[in-house]
């Protein structure tokens, strides 16, 4: 059964299951024609020759703030994130959410400070599932994101923000393998 999240005037509805794969392929359109348009501004940050990396993950580990709330910190799903750049990446998944709900996510992920395998930056994108958040619907976010990457191994962190109520506080890690 799908959850409606979008409701127009009252009449048109859209689940969480289409909504995110209309939205991930509007995303993925927008990505197309911006290549499309910056063609030769890409050509000169990335060699044609090389592999675009794509790394996957089985979800995140999140550590509350609020340790007395029974939040859930083990978020298995599956996401995927594919680097344009070093310093630029478009992440999309789904995952079990600390109020035991499905989520899913898509997001732009930037960071443009590196050291070596560490990276920082940040992810601006969409997320659904929280139910005290647009009672499960869609919402926009923007969050700090460091990462350290060697090999075909990696992991990503974040700090999210504790929101009236709504959303949980919490420390996040992720861990990715690259696959391509």
């Known amino acids: 059964m799908a959850i409606p999240f979008v409701r127009l005037a009252g009449k048109v509805t859209m689940s969480v ?9 509007l995303i993925f359109a927008g990505t197309l024609s911006v290549n499309a348009a910056n063609a030769q501004s890409l050509e000169s940050q990335c060699d044609p020759q090389e592999d675009v990396p ?44 600390s109020d035991n709900a499905t989520s899913h996510y898509v997001g732009w992920l930037w960071q443009p400070i590196q050291w070596g395998p560490v990276k920082l930056g940040g992810v601006a994108g969409g997320f659904d599932g929280y139910p005290l958040m647009r009672h499960g619907g869609w919402f926009a976010a923007a969050l700090p994101m460091a990462s350290i990457q060697e090999g075909p191994v990696g992991i990503t962190l974040t700090v999210v923000p504790n929101y009236k109520d709504r959303l949980h506080g919490a420390i996040a890690a992720q861990f990715i393998l690259r696959v391509w």
């Open 17 to 25: 299951t289409s909504g995110f794969i209309n939205l991930c392929t």
């Open 54 to 97: 794509i790394w996957l993950n089985a979800g995140l580990l999140s550590h509350h703030f609020d340790r007395n709330r029974g939040y859930r910190e083990d978020n298995y799903g599956f996401g995927a994130q594919v680097e344009f750049t070093p310093e630029n990446a478009l992440m999309l998944g789904e995952f079990r959410n």
